[in-house]
């Protein structure tokens, strides 16, 4: 393939945290420089020992770097954790793990935000610092905040997933800003670009790590509007996640725990609905409008795993082409 | 000696970073309990990668609980790098040396600042972290900051200090804010407490440790107007100084380098001038009005030279009381 200016590939990767990462790295392998732009969630953001913390953006900026830990699944490979013992001696709260080199991206950048940078202009500089050359951007540089509604009440994002570790019983969620906040500027402008080759929803969180990105003001009507095909791959294989909540939230939600229910959630967006393999039998009996079905093995535990997915992701787009 | 309230012991050190802390450790040692309170230089204090840096405070902390460096001469025993390290690859300033533990410091008390606490209570609050007992003052709430008049215009301190490793001339120095500051409360009620024993002027650099904190409104007047001895040990031995730019600022300045340098800088304040041993013959030419000259061992290598000096001030103390 040519340069992704050359070619004009432009594809446009929503993505959470771990799960997306995993694609959207598989995305930047195959793809040719410059054709990927990924827009990451960050309602999970949060202020954490007076520091900015966005864990989903992070997770993706480490991945694409190459510098994650892929065996804990989360954080730095080599983190040590000297300054988050001596936090805990001197009484900081301890539920949050901060391991050394991570907690430098924290204070760099909001030493750089309480500057007056944008948080896309932050991340950018981060981006460029650690060499990752795929376009990260936040999905908004406003606070948009996700709170889960438990019985005990609502809880801050990371106080239900970290904290509490996902054990509260969920009965919905709360984007706070969403309504007022601007998606990022180059985000929206690719997705009304005329040129936009496809839009990539990453096997993430459909309810707090998707929806908090579609439901900025303008996503939902620019991606319906957009003539370029959107493809979801699926968090939900079985009736398990791979990764985080997302099984247990659909169940305490009252929804079937499968995959039917992620493509029940895209209705009305999704193009193409891009389901794990061994799913098959489920698969023949989802019948969305206008939703086509793809199977492909969604499961990404090696480098070659994540590549695969992304390479036959773009080859049914090259397929399905005019 | 019985406990400090019972013997009814009282004595006010004053103290920068790494000298004074190794006297103010002696005085700690040899004291009854509650019987110091030490009050630190804060005009060194700054903002660095948008955390709260209180470079004295935190050598007296460290040193009082024991868990400074002692061969480094600064930071904390059984340091790591790590988050510097990343810091340096984000792209952040390079020049200041932080650890991961002393980052810890740093992070939380710029936390407990921004939630509104003042720097007294923050201190308070570490040394308790860090089991230590001595009463630990800052010599302000109030911002006070050294800015060091060289050729090249003024530096503030850290910048002088740290990154350009003293290594400008010297004309003169401005303490910007320190007649808004107020002093803090605890110390300034000691200063004006007729039962205080004895102020003690720790061996810190007379122009940038001490000054920032005589020049506060009220505390020279205080001091002066005091019952109570005070005593100044000279951070100068013949013609070095055994820590820092103390000798070659007064060199700038046109200055003898020396000891009796610093008694006339002392003058009309200090009751007695403590040199060390090895002057003796410089000691025996200063007559400056009002001022008595005590020769001890001023050199503090071991923890026993700390406690012996300390002692041989008590027992002056002790032998002049009334």
Not at 15 to 28: M, Q, Y
Not at 43 to 66: K, N, Q, R, S
Not at 88 to 107: K, M, S
Not at 258 to 286: K, N, P, Q, W
Request: proline share 7%; charged share 20%.
């Amino acid at each position: 393939m040519k340069s992704g200016t050359e070619s004009g590939v432009k594809i446009l990767a929503l993505s959470g945290g771990v799960g997306g990462a995993k694609l959207a790295l598989g995305l930047a392998r195959v793809l040719p420089p410059g054709a990927l732009t990924v827009v990451a969630n960050t309602a999970d953001d949060f202020e954490h020992l007076g520091l900015y913390i966005a864990p989903d953006l992070d997770t993706v900026m480490y991945t694409l770097a190459g510098i994650n830990d892929t065996e804990r699944g989360w954080g730095l490979a080599g983190e040590s954790w000297q300054c988050l013992d001596a936090l805990n001696r001197l009484g900081a709260e301890r539920w949050f793990q901060l391991g050394d080199r991570d907690l430098a991206t924290h204070i760099r950048r909001s030493a750089l935000l309480r500057e007056g940078q944008n948080l896309s202009a932050v991340t950018a500089q981060l981006c460029r610092a650690l060499d990752v050359t795929v376009d990260l951007l936040p999905m908004s540089d406003d606070p948009v905040r996700t709170l889960v509604d438990c019985e005990e009440g609502e809880l801050p994002f990371q106080h239900y997933f970290v904290r509490e570790q996902c054990r509260p019983r969920v009965r919905g969620f709360r984007f706070a800003g969403q309504e007022q906040a601007r998606a990022q500027p180059a985000f929206l402008a690719m997705l009304t670009d005329p040129e936009l080759t496809a839009v990539i929803i990453c096997p993430s969180n459909p309810f707090v790590s998707v929806d908090p990105i579609l439901g900025l003001p303008g996503v939902r009507e620019a991606l319906v509007a957009s003539p370029a095909p959107v493809y979801a791959v699926s968090p939900i294989i079985g009736d398990r996640a791979l990764k985080g909540p997302a099984a247990k939230m659909m169940a305490e939600l009252g929804l079937p725990v499968s995959a039917a229910s992620v493509a029940a959630h895209y209705r009305g967006l999704v193009d193409t609905f891009v389901m794990d393999e061994s799913d098959a039998t489920l698969a023949a009996t989802i019948n969305e409008p206008g939703m086509q079905i793809m199977m492909a093995p969604t499961v990404m535990k090696s480098l070659e795993d994540r590549e695969r997915l992304a390479q036959q992701l773009l080859d049914r787009l090259q397929d399905c082409r005019p």
